[in-house]
Nanobody
């Protein structure tokens, strides 16, 4: 299984970015897909997840600003990020979980700075 992220970059506070993750097989094959992030000097943390029956879950710090979505026709998992804050600066990782195994992408850098 391969996961490839794209869409990171530098954005000003209050701006938006859309991250995309292409998965090498149907996202319906996984129990959960999602996005995690690791900020400098911090542990990796959950950002948002999407189950294969359509339930979503968000960390409290991004709820109402970020939206996770999946497109099974394209095998993609996207993260729309609005109202970005400097504290959202991190490397963002795509994740897929199935039958006790976690799969990870290589990560994409998001930097929020003026």
């Amino acid at each position: 299984v391969q996961l490839v992220e794209s869409g990171g970059g530098l954005v000003q506070p209050g701006g938006s970015l859309r991250l995309s993750c292409v998965v090498s097989e149907s996202i319906f094959n996984f129990n959960v897909v999602g996005w995690y992030r690791r900020a400098p000097g911090k542990l990796r943390e959950l950002v948002a997840t999407l189950t294969n029956n359509g339930y979503t879950n968000y960390d409290g710090s991004v709820k109402d600003r970020f939206t996770i979505s999946g497109d099974n026709a394209k095998n993609t998992v996207d993260l729309q990020m609005n109202g970005l804050k400097p504290e959202d600066t991190a490397v963002y990782y795509c994740n897929a979980y199935s039958r006790g195994t976690y799969y990870w992408g290589q990560g994409t850098q998001v930097t929020v700075s003026s």
